[in-house]
């Protein structure tokens, strides 16, 4: 992996030779390089240097970067080539690669590149895509060699000499009979250290793993993690082999499952798309909804403090010696009570900013420069929602107090309450996103572990924070 400063002279050098149309000496760069390394550099490129930059590259080194793009790059890169182009390119792709990239287009870009696939790879496409996100079969490679079990060792290994272009890294081989029936399973070394007129069937081992099409795909990594094995034949209904699921996939899955899993203990509602990829109005209602759940449940709590107030009987009247009500039972029974609606919810919108920025900043979603574009973010996501929160606890608290004081509601103190909490939750639920977005990237920058820094020092400051606001406003309307 390239350091910043490396992958900066990469990009550098790129650039320089395309804008001097240096054909020999791009291709020769990058044959010197990963394809990753070279897609990063890319996408630093305005679009057309980087449509010209692959149209110079041979089209194996093509189809070696291609996957690595951005999805609205490869987008571009689509939509500006004809299907001869597409062709070309696609048809250097592993079939799970190409299912990868159909999955991030749009259908006319999607059907644009099935026009130019070949017969052959639209059916090994639509087999993949016929299965549901998340199984087995919607991960799963038909590009592998498979083994018959009646073939010699030296069959078997012209058969794998004739097809190396289509296996991606395979070293481990699955056996089948003529019925494509699993059988068995052979390691390379295996056939290697065998003599070449021995039967497949011989040498084979006929403990095998498998899983199904159907099979959920944290199954298959279940299988991996316990096993420790690169890969997995997936068989359907019938026993019939149809596919395999290698340890690269299975990387991918882990990743997904986890960020799902996070995002998921933060109450927020997993989204696929990367952080800045994913709308506003997307991130909106990922976090809302569990943002309402919990302000709602904060009502317990509401009621549990109202209840012990009244039972240790913190005030003697609710109305004072002029008549008013009193400033003591105002802050006892009206404000105290709110005081966990507001810090609970404000805790919570703030844990939310912070797992999604710090888990994008793992994923290389985020950097520390892109400070500013964070909280230009947030403040967006926090605006909207704080518009949706406020707007059902006004209706939330509306008919509490009709219960708690009989429907009549025609005491000013009432709705000076109910102003205070509406206000004091718009402000903190804003200020707890932006500290949420921006204390992992701080921490990131001062060389410090975000997930350490960002969780108790988010807990300590929005509770403070949002009690003062509270406090603060709850002042300008009974002082």
Known sequence: MLDPKEAEELFIKIEKLINENNI?????????HYPQDIADALEQLEDKQIILALRVFTTDISSEIFPF????????????????????????????????????????IVKKILRASTPESRLQINE??????????????????????????TKAIEKIRDKNSINENQTTFYVV????????IIELKDLIFSKGTEKIKNVMDERVLYSYTTDDQEVVVELFKKYDI???????????????????????????????????????N?????????SIWKMVKSRSIWLLFLMVSATLSQMVISTFMKIYGTVDSIHNSNGNWDITYIVTMLLTPLLTVISGTA???????????????????????????????????ASITGIILVSINFIRIIIIYSIEYRGNLNHIELWYSIATLSIAMY??????????????IVAKKIKIDPAVMAAPLLTTLVDALSTAVFFSVGLIFFM
Not at 362 to 380: G, I, M, P, Y
Request: aromatic share 6%; with cysteine; hydrophobic share 40%.
């Open 347 to 381: 805790g919570n919108a703030g844990s939310q900013s912070s797992t999604m920025v710090v888990r994008a900043l793992s994923l290389k979603q985020v950097d520390t420069s892109d400070f500013a574009k964070v909280l230009w973010k947030e403040f967006r996501v």
């Open 24 to 32: 020999k000496e791009l291709r020769k760069l990058s044959e010197d």
């Open 230 to 268: 690169t890969t997995l034949p997936i068989i359907n209904n019938q026993q019939k082999l149809v596919g395999i699921v290698t340890v690269d996939d299975i990387i991918d899955v882990i990743e997904e499952e986890a960020t799902e899993d996070i995002h998921k203990m933060a109450g927020i």
């Open 177 to 184: 009979d003529n019925l494509n029936n699993l059988k068995g």
């Open 427 to 440: 402000i903190a639920l804003i200020c707890s996103k932006l500290i949420g977005g921006s204390l992992p």
């Open 69 to 108: 793009l951005d999805n609205e790059i490869q987008e571009e890169i689509i939509t500006k080539w004809n299907s001869k182009q597409i062709k070309e390119l696609f048809d250097e792709l592993y079939t799970d690669d190409i299912v990868d990239i159909l999955e991030e287009m749009p259908s006319n």
């Open 128 to 153: 993949i895509l016929k299965y549901n996100d998340e199984t087995a079969g919607s991960i799963m490679n038909v590009d592998y060699t498979k083994l018959r079990t009646e073939w010699t060792v």
């Open 270 to 278: 997993p989204i696929e798309n990367e952080y800045f990829k994913t």
